[in-house]
């Protein structure tokens, strides 16, 4: 009986079996954020510095994470979306001639091979549609704005109603080139590893705005490509959460 597959993975990418990364080859690093689109339409998000977010204890934050799938039918703001984005992929430094990038979240080797696409259905002053995140501008650039796209994402995640119903849902894409370089055929264990620690600062930092979360692994790899636009080898979704305002703040 063949090996399975997941322990042939494990297997395969221990150290043994590697050999030098194109790092230690001296071949060119990756670029640190993939280029907008030719003439994609740039949407600036406020400042995250001057972004007023009431404290929260972090006892209490950790407490009170849960996963919830049904929101209030509310928007989040502008300020609110800001602050999640800077809390899972914030920009606090750009490295001497973009050789890195020092972020909110760990990241193997400071590789930070996650680009973060947006399926925007309720946002203060926001068209509802697909956008991604550009980190180190701060910015959002739309990528898909047809009236259909919440009914494909939500499709493509295997029905899950959440995705059309919740506030934002956040798509995290793989980009293994930037990984690999450092690591080699390893590096696809930490891209795994960066999307947990992505998605922990989601659920905790929405606390502190009246939001629940829910993290989807359940999704047709395929039909979640054919939505974002990407080929699935050299950028791959590997997680998405869905983000809303939590019942209980309706008045």
Known sequence: ???????????QTRYRYLGASDQQKGLPQPPLELAAPEGATWIPLP?????????LDLRQAIAGRQSVRRYAP???SPD?????????????EVGENRSYTRR???SAGAQHALETYLLINRVEGMTPGLYRFMALEHSLVVVDLAPDIAARMTAACLGQDMVQTCGVTLIWVAVPERMVWCYGQ?????LHLDAGHVCQNLYLAAESVKCGVCAIAAFSDQDL????????????PIYLATVGKKLQVVR
């Open 1 to 11: 009986m063949p090996e399975p597959i997941g322990q042939l993975f494990m297997e």
């Open 47 to 55: 400042d995250p510095a001057r972004v007023v977010v009431p404290p």
């Open 74 to 76: 509310l928007p989040l």
């Open 80 to 92: 609110e979306l800001s602050y999640l984005l800077w809390c899972t992929q914030g920009v606090l």
């Open 104 to 106: 909110t979240v760990p």
């Open 186 to 190: 390893r590096g696809y264990r930490y």
């Open 225 to 236: 490509c054919a939505v974002l636009g990407i080929d699935g080898v050299k950028l791959f």
